[in-house]
């Protein structure tokens, strides 16, 4: 269940990390730069946060074991269109 957790907390940091990586790109575009340095900053601080639950996933995948059947039914049910 652990992995399942950690697989469904990477996802949600890809949410954020793209969030933020798009509002850098607006800044760019409409030269923010003050906006544009904070968005990159909180952008990295996400992959980070990304890179922090692959090492758990990573880790419990190997001890729980579950199928990627399993995992994939997990991402399809936590995907928003299917809620
Ligand atoms: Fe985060």
């Known amino acids: 269940m652990q992995d399942i957790k950690s697989l469904a907390r990477m996802i949600i940091e890809t949410g954020t990390s793209t969030f933020y990586k798009a509002m850098q790109s607006y800044a760019s575009d409409i030269n923010e730069p003050v906006l ?3 968005a990159h900053l909180i952008y990295k601080d996400e992959v980070g946060h990304y890179g922090h639950f692959s090492k758990h996933f990573t880790r419990y995948n190997e001890e729980e074991k579950n199928s990627r059947t399993k995992l994939l039914k997990v991402l399809y049910h936590i995907s928003p269109q299917n809620r």
């Open 36 to 38: 544009q340095k904070i």
